[in-house]
Protein backbone atom coordinates (compact mmCIF):
# COMPACT_ATOMS: atom_id res chain seq x y z
CA UNK A 1 0.00 0.00 0.00
CA UNK A 2 1.11 3.18 -0.89
CA UNK A 3 -0.75 6.66 1.54
CA UNK A 4 -0.20 9.46 -0.06
CA UNK A 5 -0.98 13.07 1.04
CA UNK A 6 -2.19 16.34 -0.69
CA UNK A 7 -2.02 19.12 0.51
CA UNK A 8 -4.40 21.50 -1.30
CA UNK A 9 -7.55 20.30 -1.96
CA UNK A 10 -9.11 22.71 -4.07
CA UNK A 11 -10.50 21.33 -7.12
CA UNK A 12 -8.03 19.47 -8.94
CA UNK A 13 -6.97 17.78 -5.07
CA UNK A 14 -10.83 16.71 -4.54
CA UNK A 15 -10.55 15.25 -8.53
CA UNK A 16 -7.16 13.64 -7.67
CA UNK A 17 -9.04 12.24 -4.00
CA UNK A 18 -12.31 11.25 -5.90
CA UNK A 19 -10.58 9.33 -9.07
CA UNK A 20 -7.86 7.72 -6.55
CA UNK A 21 -11.65 6.07 -4.54
CA UNK A 22 -14.13 5.85 -7.45
CA UNK A 23 -10.96 3.98 -10.40
CA UNK A 24 -9.36 1.67 -6.89
CA UNK A 25 -9.36 -1.12 -9.03
CA UNK A 26 -7.76 -0.26 -12.05
CA UNK A 27 -5.29 1.84 -10.62
CA UNK A 28 -4.27 -0.79 -8.33
CA UNK A 29 -4.41 -2.99 -11.27
CA UNK A 30 -1.93 -1.06 -13.27
CA UNK A 31 -0.03 0.57 -10.19
CA UNK A 32 0.85 -2.95 -8.84
CA UNK A 33 -0.44 -1.38 -5.29
CA UNK A 34 -3.26 0.11 -3.99
CA UNK A 35 -2.93 3.54 -3.26
CA UNK A 36 -4.80 5.40 -0.62
CA UNK A 37 -5.29 9.15 0.14
CA UNK A 38 -5.17 9.54 3.65
CA UNK A 39 -4.94 13.30 4.65
CA UNK A 40 -5.35 16.31 3.03
CA UNK A 41 -4.11 19.90 3.97
CA UNK A 42 -6.19 23.38 3.24
CA UNK A 43 -6.05 27.18 4.71
CA UNK A 44 -9.60 26.86 5.80
CA UNK A 45 -11.06 24.23 7.68
CA UNK A 46 -14.81 26.22 7.77
CA UNK A 47 -15.03 25.24 3.78
CA UNK A 48 -16.99 22.08 2.95
CA UNK A 49 -15.46 19.67 0.56
CA UNK A 50 -16.47 17.01 -0.94
CA UNK A 51 -13.77 14.23 0.08
CA UNK A 52 -13.54 11.26 2.24
CA UNK A 53 -10.10 11.98 3.61
CA UNK A 54 -9.09 13.66 7.00
CA UNK A 55 -8.71 16.85 6.77
CA UNK A 56 -6.23 19.91 8.46
CA UNK A 57 -4.75 22.93 8.05
CA UNK A 58 -1.65 21.52 9.76
CA UNK A 59 1.25 20.47 6.57
CA UNK A 60 3.03 19.03 9.07
CA UNK A 61 0.97 16.20 9.51
CA UNK A 62 1.42 15.06 5.91
CA UNK A 63 5.03 16.12 5.91
CA UNK A 64 6.25 14.38 9.50
CA UNK A 65 3.91 11.44 9.30
CA UNK A 66 6.45 8.47 8.12
CA UNK A 67 3.41 6.55 6.70
CA UNK A 68 2.92 9.13 3.67
CA UNK A 69 4.75 7.88 0.89
CA UNK A 70 4.14 10.39 -1.50
CA UNK A 71 3.30 14.33 -1.12
CA UNK A 72 0.79 15.59 -3.76
CA UNK A 73 1.48 19.50 -3.75
CA UNK A 74 -1.72 21.68 -5.62
CA UNK A 75 -1.36 24.83 -3.50
CA UNK A 76 0.09 27.17 -5.63
CA UNK A 77 2.37 29.90 -5.33
CA UNK A 78 6.29 30.05 -5.26
CA UNK A 79 8.10 30.04 -1.80
CA UNK A 80 5.86 28.45 0.25
CA UNK A 81 5.11 25.67 -1.88
CA UNK A 82 9.10 25.72 -2.94
CA UNK A 83 9.49 25.23 1.60
CA UNK A 84 7.06 22.99 1.66
CA UNK A 85 8.22 20.59 -1.33
CA UNK A 86 11.65 20.66 0.27
CA UNK A 87 10.74 19.62 3.76
CA UNK A 88 9.08 16.32 1.83
CA UNK A 89 11.98 15.60 -0.38
CA UNK A 90 14.70 16.24 2.52
CA UNK A 91 12.59 13.74 4.77
CA UNK A 92 12.46 11.24 1.95
CA UNK A 93 8.97 11.56 0.42
CA UNK A 94 8.31 11.33 -3.24
CA UNK A 95 6.86 14.24 -4.49
CA UNK A 96 3.95 15.09 -7.30
CA UNK A 97 3.22 18.43 -8.43
CA UNK A 98 1.19 20.25 -10.65
CA UNK A 99 2.61 23.71 -9.67
CA UNK A 100 4.32 25.48 -12.73
CA UNK A 101 4.87 28.60 -10.82
CA UNK A 102 6.92 27.43 -8.28
CA UNK A 103 8.87 25.01 -11.00
CA UNK A 104 9.45 28.14 -13.25
CA UNK A 105 11.07 29.69 -10.43
CA UNK A 106 13.18 26.26 -8.46
CA UNK A 107 13.25 23.45 -10.84
CA UNK A 108 16.43 23.13 -10.62
CA UNK A 109 17.21 23.61 -7.35
CA UNK A 110 14.30 20.78 -6.55
CA UNK A 111 16.23 18.63 -8.99
CA UNK A 112 18.82 18.42 -6.87
CA UNK A 113 17.28 18.29 -3.61
CA UNK A 114 15.51 14.90 -5.13
CA UNK A 115 18.37 13.15 -5.76
CA UNK A 116 17.02 9.53 -6.57
CA UNK A 117 13.75 10.78 -5.13
CA UNK A 118 10.93 10.52 -7.24
CA UNK A 119 9.50 14.00 -8.44
CA UNK A 120 6.81 14.15 -10.64
CA UNK A 121 4.91 17.42 -12.30
CA UNK A 122 3.13 16.23 -15.61
CA UNK A 123 -0.04 18.38 -14.79
CA UNK A 124 1.81 21.27 -14.38
CA UNK A 125 2.35 21.56 -18.16
CA UNK A 126 -1.20 21.67 -20.76
CA UNK A 127 -3.38 19.58 -18.06
CA UNK A 128 -4.31 16.11 -19.14
CA UNK A 129 -1.67 16.33 -21.96
CA UNK A 130 1.19 13.71 -21.26
CA UNK A 131 3.47 16.24 -22.56
CA UNK A 132 6.03 15.94 -20.15
CA UNK A 133 6.66 11.96 -20.29
CA UNK A 134 6.57 12.02 -23.99
CA UNK A 135 9.23 15.09 -24.37
CA UNK A 136 11.11 13.18 -21.52
CA UNK A 137 10.87 9.73 -22.41
CA UNK A 138 9.20 9.49 -25.64
CA UNK A 139 11.01 11.35 -27.84
CA UNK A 140 14.41 11.02 -25.61
CA UNK A 141 16.58 9.92 -28.90
CA UNK A 142 15.77 13.12 -30.25
CA UNK A 143 17.47 16.50 -30.48
CA UNK A 144 14.17 18.92 -30.08
CA UNK A 145 14.37 21.25 -33.11
CA UNK A 146 11.47 23.21 -32.03
CA UNK A 147 8.67 23.46 -29.67
CA UNK A 148 4.95 25.39 -30.37
CA UNK A 149 2.76 25.01 -27.77
CA UNK A 150 -1.27 26.82 -27.20
CA UNK A 151 -0.59 26.29 -23.08
CA UNK A 152 -3.65 28.83 -21.90
CA UNK A 153 -6.94 27.73 -22.37
CA UNK A 154 -8.41 31.16 -21.48
CA UNK A 155 -6.33 32.75 -24.45
CA UNK A 156 -7.17 30.48 -26.70
CA UNK A 157 -10.94 30.72 -26.02
CA UNK A 158 -10.77 34.24 -26.13
CA UNK A 159 -8.63 34.49 -29.56
CA UNK A 160 -10.83 31.55 -30.94
CA UNK A 161 -14.09 34.11 -30.59
CA UNK A 162 -12.27 36.99 -31.66
CA UNK A 163 -11.71 35.15 -35.22
CA UNK A 164 -14.70 33.09 -35.24
CA UNK A 165 -17.45 35.38 -34.22
CA UNK A 166 -15.30 38.96 -34.70
CA UNK A 167 -15.93 39.67 -30.92
CA UNK A 168 -14.00 42.67 -29.54
CA UNK A 169 -11.14 42.36 -26.73
CA UNK A 170 -13.17 43.36 -24.08
CA UNK A 171 -16.74 42.01 -24.54
CA UNK A 172 -14.86 38.40 -24.93
CA UNK A 173 -13.18 39.45 -22.11
CA UNK A 174 -16.24 39.69 -20.01
CA UNK A 175 -17.77 36.57 -21.14
CA UNK A 176 -14.70 34.54 -20.31
CA UNK A 177 -14.65 36.14 -16.57
CA UNK A 178 -18.43 35.18 -16.37
CA UNK A 179 -17.85 31.63 -17.61
CA UNK A 180 -14.94 31.33 -15.48
CA UNK A 181 -12.48 30.91 -17.54
CA UNK A 182 -10.34 33.86 -16.99
CA UNK A 183 -9.75 35.49 -13.41
CA UNK A 184 -11.36 38.93 -12.10
CA UNK A 185 -7.57 40.13 -12.54
CA UNK A 186 -6.91 38.00 -15.78
CA UNK A 187 -3.43 39.66 -16.44
CA UNK A 188 -1.50 36.24 -15.47
CA UNK A 189 -3.30 34.47 -18.40
CA UNK A 190 -3.75 37.32 -20.73
CA UNK A 191 -0.54 38.47 -20.06
CA UNK A 192 1.32 35.44 -21.41
CA UNK A 193 3.45 34.78 -17.65
CA UNK A 194 0.89 31.26 -17.32
CA UNK A 195 2.49 30.24 -20.75
CA UNK A 196 5.64 31.65 -19.81
CA UNK A 197 6.16 29.08 -17.10
CA UNK A 198 4.99 26.40 -18.67
CA UNK A 199 7.50 27.23 -21.54
CA UNK A 200 10.15 26.97 -19.70
CA UNK A 201 9.77 23.92 -17.95
CA UNK A 202 9.25 22.25 -21.88
CA UNK A 203 12.79 24.72 -22.23
CA UNK A 204 14.73 22.98 -19.58
CA UNK A 205 13.46 19.17 -20.75
CA UNK A 206 14.30 19.28 -24.07
CA UNK A 207 17.33 21.57 -23.94
CA UNK A 208 18.30 21.54 -20.04
CA UNK A 209 18.87 25.49 -20.48
CA UNK A 210 18.18 27.18 -16.75
CA UNK A 211 16.04 30.22 -17.53
CA UNK A 212 13.52 32.18 -15.49
CA UNK A 213 10.33 34.46 -16.36
CA UNK A 214 12.48 37.40 -16.35
CA UNK A 215 15.23 36.29 -18.66
CA UNK A 216 12.93 35.54 -22.19
CA UNK A 217 10.33 37.68 -24.09
CA UNK A 218 6.57 37.48 -22.99
CA UNK A 219 3.79 39.69 -24.50
CA UNK A 220 0.16 39.08 -24.11
CA UNK A 221 -2.79 39.46 -26.02
CA UNK A 222 -4.14 42.72 -24.67
CA UNK A 223 -3.47 44.59 -27.96
CA UNK A 224 -5.31 42.69 -30.55
CA UNK A 225 -7.83 44.26 -32.10
CA UNK A 226 -10.66 43.85 -34.69
CA UNK A 227 -8.48 45.01 -37.36
CA UNK A 228 -6.08 42.53 -36.47
CA UNK A 229 -8.52 39.76 -36.85
CA UNK A 230 -9.88 41.14 -40.39
CA UNK A 231 -6.02 41.53 -41.63
CA UNK A 232 -5.96 37.80 -40.31
CA UNK A 233 -8.74 36.06 -41.96
CA UNK A 234 -7.60 38.31 -44.86
CA UNK A 235 -4.35 36.29 -45.60
CA UNK A 236 -5.56 33.19 -44.26
CA UNK A 237 -4.35 33.58 -40.71
CA UNK A 238 -5.10 32.84 -37.21
CA UNK A 239 -3.88 34.28 -34.37
CA UNK A 240 -2.81 32.28 -31.48
CA UNK A 241 -0.81 32.83 -27.77
CA UNK A 242 2.53 30.65 -28.54
CA UNK A 243 4.75 29.74 -26.24
CA UNK A 244 7.99 29.01 -28.53
CA UNK A 245 10.98 27.16 -28.08
CA UNK A 246 13.64 26.87 -30.78
CA UNK A 247 17.60 25.75 -30.77
CA UNK A 248 19.16 27.89 -33.70
CA UNK A 249 23.15 26.96 -34.05
CA UNK A 250 24.23 26.73 -29.86
CA UNK A 251 21.33 28.95 -29.07
CA UNK A 252 18.02 28.54 -27.83
CA UNK A 253 14.69 30.90 -28.60
CA UNK A 254 12.68 30.71 -25.51
CA UNK A 255 9.69 33.50 -26.36
CA UNK A 256 5.55 34.11 -25.74
CA UNK A 257 3.86 35.94 -27.38
CA UNK A 258 0.95 36.25 -30.24
CA UNK A 259 1.27 34.50 -33.46
CA UNK A 260 0.05 34.72 -36.79
CA UNK A 261 -0.07 31.42 -37.88
CA UNK A 262 -1.22 29.83 -41.12
CA UNK A 263 -4.68 28.20 -41.07
CA UNK A 264 -3.50 25.15 -42.48
CA UNK A 265 -1.15 24.41 -39.77
CA UNK A 266 -2.27 21.63 -37.34
CA UNK A 267 -1.52 24.03 -34.20
CA UNK A 268 -3.34 26.90 -35.81
CA UNK A 269 -6.84 24.37 -35.79
CA UNK A 270 -6.82 24.25 -32.08
CA UNK A 271 -9.41 25.99 -31.27
CA UNK A 272 -11.83 27.37 -27.48
CA UNK A 273 -10.29 26.17 -24.31
CA UNK A 274 -8.29 23.00 -25.38
CA UNK A 275 -4.39 23.24 -25.46
CA UNK A 276 -2.06 21.68 -28.23
CA UNK A 277 1.91 21.61 -28.19
CA UNK A 278 4.00 20.92 -31.57
CA UNK A 279 6.98 19.04 -31.03
CA UNK A 280 9.66 19.06 -33.93
CA UNK A 281 12.14 15.94 -33.29
CA UNK A 282 15.62 15.78 -35.86
CA UNK A 283 14.38 11.75 -35.98
CA UNK A 284 10.65 11.28 -35.51
CA UNK A 285 9.88 14.69 -37.38
CA UNK A 286 6.51 16.88 -35.67
CA UNK A 287 4.51 14.72 -33.32
CA UNK A 288 1.27 16.99 -32.30
CA UNK A 289 -0.34 16.48 -28.58
CA UNK A 290 -3.85 17.69 -28.12
CA UNK A 291 -6.28 17.81 -24.79
CA UNK A 292 -7.71 19.78 -22.09
CA UNK A 293 -5.31 21.96 -20.25
CA UNK A 294 -7.07 22.64 -17.30
CA UNK A 295 -9.98 21.59 -15.26
CA UNK A 296 -10.03 18.93 -12.17
CA UNK A 297 -10.64 15.87 -13.79
CA UNK A 298 -8.07 16.19 -16.53
CA UNK A 299 -5.26 17.88 -14.20
CA UNK A 300 -5.80 15.01 -11.63
CA UNK A 301 -5.61 12.51 -14.33
CA UNK A 302 -2.05 13.76 -15.20
CA UNK A 303 -1.24 13.82 -11.32
CA UNK A 304 -2.53 10.10 -10.88
CA UNK A 305 -0.63 8.91 -13.72
CA UNK A 306 2.11 10.15 -11.86
CA UNK A 307 2.02 8.29 -8.61
CA UNK A 308 1.36 5.27 -10.51
CA UNK A 309 4.31 5.72 -12.15
CA UNK A 310 6.31 5.97 -8.76
CA UNK A 311 4.74 2.95 -7.46
CA UNK A 312 5.82 1.08 -10.79
CA UNK A 313 9.37 2.62 -10.74
CA UNK A 314 10.19 3.26 -7.06
CA UNK A 315 13.21 4.98 -8.09
CA UNK A 316 13.16 8.53 -9.59
CA UNK A 317 14.16 8.86 -13.70
CA UNK A 318 15.96 12.62 -14.06
CA UNK A 319 13.60 14.96 -12.98
CA UNK A 320 14.16 17.32 -16.07
CA UNK A 321 15.72 14.28 -18.16
CA UNK A 322 19.31 14.64 -17.95
CA UNK A 323 21.45 12.17 -16.49
CA UNK A 324 23.98 14.61 -17.40
CA UNK A 325 24.64 16.76 -19.91
CA UNK A 326 27.41 16.29 -23.01
CA UNK A 327 29.26 18.85 -25.05
CA UNK A 328 28.61 22.57 -24.90
CA UNK A 329 26.10 23.53 -22.70
CA UNK A 330 23.13 25.77 -25.12
CA UNK A 331 22.44 29.32 -23.74
CA UNK A 332 19.48 31.68 -24.52
CA UNK A 333 19.13 33.86 -27.88
CA UNK A 334 18.82 37.82 -26.61
CA UNK A 335 15.46 38.26 -27.29
CA UNK A 336 16.63 40.82 -29.49
CA UNK A 337 18.73 38.43 -32.29
CA UNK A 338 15.21 36.38 -32.78
CA UNK A 339 14.49 36.00 -36.28
CA UNK A 340 11.20 36.11 -37.72
CA UNK A 341 8.43 37.43 -39.69
CA UNK A 342 6.04 40.23 -38.78
CA UNK A 343 2.62 42.40 -38.76
CA UNK A 344 2.40 45.56 -38.32
CA UNK A 345 -0.71 48.11 -37.78
CA UNK A 346 -0.07 51.81 -38.05
CA UNK A 347 -2.85 54.44 -37.96
CA UNK A 348 -1.48 57.06 -40.42
CA UNK A 349 -1.92 60.37 -42.19
CA UNK A 350 -4.24 59.29 -45.23
CA UNK A 351 -2.11 61.64 -47.34
CA UNK A 352 0.04 61.88 -50.01
CA UNK A 353 3.46 60.70 -48.83
CA UNK A 354 2.95 58.95 -46.16
CA UNK A 355 3.81 55.29 -47.58
CA UNK A 356 6.87 56.89 -48.80
CA UNK A 357 7.95 57.76 -45.85
CA UNK A 358 7.06 54.13 -43.72
CA UNK A 359 8.63 52.74 -46.62
CA UNK A 360 11.79 54.70 -46.10
CA UNK A 361 11.74 53.80 -42.63
CA UNK A 362 11.96 50.00 -43.31
CA UNK A 363 13.98 49.88 -45.98
CA UNK A 364 16.94 52.07 -43.75
CA UNK A 365 16.57 49.38 -40.96
CA UNK A 366 17.24 46.63 -43.60
CA UNK A 367 13.35 45.23 -43.79
CA UNK A 368 11.99 44.07 -46.64
CA UNK A 369 8.08 44.56 -46.96
CA UNK A 370 6.34 42.13 -47.79
CA UNK A 371 2.03 42.15 -48.23
CA UNK A 372 0.44 45.75 -47.77
CA UNK A 373 -2.90 46.78 -47.24
CA UNK A 374 -4.44 49.93 -46.59
CA UNK A 375 -8.09 50.72 -44.98
CA UNK A 376 -9.18 54.12 -44.43
CA UNK A 377 -10.64 55.49 -41.53
CA UNK A 378 -12.72 59.04 -41.19
CA UNK A 379 -11.04 62.71 -40.40
CA UNK A 380 -8.33 61.97 -42.86
CA UNK A 381 -7.09 58.72 -41.48
CA UNK A 382 -6.21 55.32 -42.50
CA UNK A 383 -4.82 52.12 -41.10
CA UNK A 384 -1.71 50.69 -42.59
CA UNK A 385 -1.34 46.51 -42.69
CA UNK A 386 1.65 45.25 -43.69
CA UNK A 387 3.84 41.91 -43.07
CA UNK A 388 7.76 41.89 -43.61
CA UNK A 389 9.73 39.46 -44.53
CA UNK A 390 12.45 37.50 -42.34
CA UNK A 391 14.06 40.05 -39.91
CA UNK A 392 15.84 40.48 -37.00
CA UNK A 393 14.16 41.69 -33.65
CA UNK A 394 16.41 44.70 -33.05
CA UNK A 395 15.92 46.04 -36.36
CA UNK A 396 12.32 46.02 -36.27
CA UNK A 397 12.27 48.01 -32.64
CA UNK A 398 13.93 50.27 -34.14
CA UNK A 399 11.90 50.88 -36.70
CA UNK A 400 8.75 50.65 -34.56
CA UNK A 401 10.49 53.53 -32.33
CA UNK A 402 11.13 55.71 -35.68
CA UNK A 403 7.66 55.51 -36.90
CA UNK A 404 5.78 56.44 -33.24
CA UNK A 405 8.10 59.51 -33.75
CA UNK A 406 7.24 60.51 -37.31
CA UNK A 407 4.96 62.73 -38.37
CA UNK A 408 2.82 60.24 -40.86
CA UNK A 409 2.19 57.72 -38.11
CA UNK A 410 -0.47 59.19 -35.36
CA UNK A 411 -0.38 56.41 -32.73
CA UNK A 412 1.92 53.80 -31.27
CA UNK A 413 2.10 50.75 -33.83
CA UNK A 414 0.77 47.48 -33.35
CA UNK A 415 3.05 44.90 -33.75
CA UNK A 416 2.48 41.07 -33.90
CA UNK A 417 5.41 38.44 -34.94
CA UNK A 418 4.48 35.73 -38.33
CA UNK A 419 5.65 32.21 -37.49
CA UNK A 420 5.17 29.96 -40.88
Not at 66 to 73: A, F, K, M, T
Not at 129 to 141: E, F, K, Q, T, V
Not at 310 to 331: D, H, V, Y
Amino acid sequence: MLKVGIIGIGTVGTSVANILRDNKNIITARAGVEIVPTIGVVSNLNKKRDVEIEITDDVSKVLEDESIDIVIELMGGIEKPYEIVKRALENGKSVVTANKALLAYHRYELQELAGDTPFEFEAAVAGGIPIINALRDGLSANNIKSIQGIMNGTCNFMLTKMINEGVNYDEILKQAQELGYAEADPTFDVGGFDTAHKLLILGSIAYGIDIKPEDILIEGIQNIDKTDIEFAKEFEYNIKLLGIAKKVGNQIELRVHPVLIPQDKMIAKVDGVMNGISVVGDKVGETMYYGAGAGGDATASAVIANIIDIARRGKGSPMLGFEKQIGEKPTLMPKDEIRTKYYLRLEVADKTGTLAKVAKIFGDNDISIENMMQKSKKDEKANLLLTTHTCVEKDILKAIEELKHSQVVLKKPAMIRIED
